[in-house]
Nanobody
């Protein structure tokens, strides 16, 4: 059974940093592309970042480019999202997702497995 467990969310002030982690189990992690998405209240789920199995391809949404960094440690079955210079508009539940076809896509329907999410709240 595939499990993705996010951690690291919290309440911070604008300009602060957070690092989210997503620990995966029940899958051959190194062969999956991993993505981060977020969803704010009343809004659709939004792509944040994605990384291929070896980190050879990384994609970011324009809204986080230059502030967020996605990375992975295949030996630990973990993907990270380092978030710097946080803004109130970054407030959302952040989800990690796994794609067995390794696409590192921005489209949420191309990911087969999802975590439960971790809340990030940025106050102004």
């Amino acid at each position: 059974q595939v499990q993705l467990v996010e951690s690291g969310g919290g309440l911070v002030q604008a300009g602060d940093s957070l690092r989210l982690s997503c620990a995966a189990s029940g899958l051959t992690f190194s062969s999956y592309a991993m993505g981060w998405f977020r969803q704010a209240p009343g809004k659709e789920r939004q792509f944040v970042a994605a990384i291929k199995w070896a980190g050879s391809r990384i994609n970011y949404s324009d809204s986080v480019k230059g502030r967020f960094t996605i990375s992975r440690e295949n030996a630990k079955n973990t993907v990270y999202l380092q978030m710097n210079s946080l803004k109130p508009e970054d407030t959302a539940v952040y989800y990690c997702a796994a794609d067995r076809f390794g696409r590192a896509s921005m489209w949420f329907n191309e990911y087969e497995h999802w975590g439960q999410g971790t809340q990030v709240t940025v106050s102004s």
